[in-house]
């Protein structure tokens, strides 16, 4: 694995980095721990089939610096940390490799807490919890606060209103036109805010039909202003008012930012690492077209606060009443950036690094 760990770009003095393996189970992981300044680490676990351990390696890099970010830009006594099972959970999803995991992480002495990510669900939650103590995201029949796409989706809300305060003076997205790529658990639940709050006209891709037959049914059959797209690559050559990627990253290319065919004036999604190859060029090309970026984890941290107040006990108001501080968070950010000539990115980095 070339470049791990210090040489690889990713690195950003993490303060560690622990490779974790259990040939019984197959498990195969990393667990990154970007920094414990604010408190102990906090963030998600997710289960990727990579191309490789070095690709698994530098997404927790990537993710856990996000997730530091994230955190104090949420105002949340943690710092940022991830972890990384490398498998297919189509496949190698087990109980017993989810325990492992769970003691993998419990090693670790509560240094890191984690939570839900991508091919991680609630119940895989429950199992990890069975072997670690520092689970979050658990069911609330084990104690937890359940599906943390709830709070990650009335975030992405409170963003996007931001950023179009910002941009056209009124936090209104009444009849915009809205490109949500993505209708799992936060994609489908933001369309749905979207369309029933915000009169706003969504346009949704998803290559699975239950995702879409799902959101269809949360809007009670009412599907007037939602448009089904065949494809991400249809989508983006639509005529769009603000795109929110919300599936996996790298959606945001140099090509895309190039592209005379994309015509979103707002970029505001739940992905995380939108940017691809996290390569902070794409963010400044955007800003050079006009378009307003707002970086995902000063938007997407809905489900991070959800999780964090589990170690409360959970209240969902107490938690929603915090998420709803993405907008005015949001707002202090891109107003920085106008004030300093930066790009968002740049300005939501600096300001979580003063944080």
């Known amino acids: 694995m070339t470049g791990i760990p210090f040489d690889a770009p990713e690195f950003d003095d993490h303060e560690s980095v622990v490779v974790g393996s259990d040939p019984a189970t197959g498990l195969r992981a990393f667990v990154a721990i970007h920094s414990t300044n604010r408190g ?152 749905v805010h979207l369309i029933t709050e915000e009169d706003a006209r969504v ?35 639509r005529d769009l008012d603000i795109l929110s990627p919300n599936a996996l990253g790298g959606i945001l290319t140099h090509e895309l930012a190039r592209d005379p065919a994309f015509t979103a004036a707002i970029v505001c999604g739940g992905a995380n690492n939108q940017l691809a190859d996290n390569d902070p060029a794409i963010a400044a090309a955007l800003a050079e077209r006009g378009v307003l970026y707002a970086p995902d984890y000063l938007v997407n941290c809905g489900g991070v606060v959800q999780v964090a107040d589990e170690l409360l006990g959970f209240d969902l108001d107490r938690a929603r009443a915090r998420v709803a501080g993405v907008f005015d968070t949001t707002r202090t950010v891109l107003d920085r950036a106008e004030a300093a000539r930066i790009t968002p990115l740049a300005a939501a980095a600096a300001e979580a690094r003063e944080r």
């Not at 498998?87 to 995991?101: F, I, Q, S």
């Open 203 to 237: 346009l949704v891709t998803d290559p699975s039909d239950q995702a879409i037959d799902a959101l269809r049914g949360d809007l009670s059959g009412d599907v007037r202003n939602l448009e089904v797209v065949d494809s991400t690559e249809e989508l983006l050559t």
């Open 40 to 191: 102990p680490a906090l963030g998600g676990c997710r289960m990727v089939a990579y191309p490789d351990g070095a690709s698994a390696y530098r997404d927790a890099l990537r993710l856990s610096q996000a997730m530091s970010y994230k955190n104090a830009l949420a105002d949340l006594p943690h710092g940022g940390g991830k972890a990384v099972i490398w498998a297919d959970p189509a496949r190698d999803k087990t109980p017993e490799l989810l325990r492992a995991m769970g003691s993998f992480i419990a090693s670790l002495s509560g240094r890191y807490v984690t939570a839900g990510d991508v091919g991680i669900a609630v119940e895989d939650l429950d199992v990890i919890g069975e072997t670690n103590p520092w689970t979050t995201g658990r069911s609330p029949e084990r104690g937890g606060a359940g599906d943390s796409g709830i709070l990650t989706a009335f975030g992405v809300w409170q963003g996007m209103r931001a950023a179009a305060e910002h941009r056209w003076g009124s936090p209104s997205l009444a009849g915009r036109t809205i490109g949500v790529i993505g209708a799992g658990k936060v994609g489908r639940r933001l369309a």
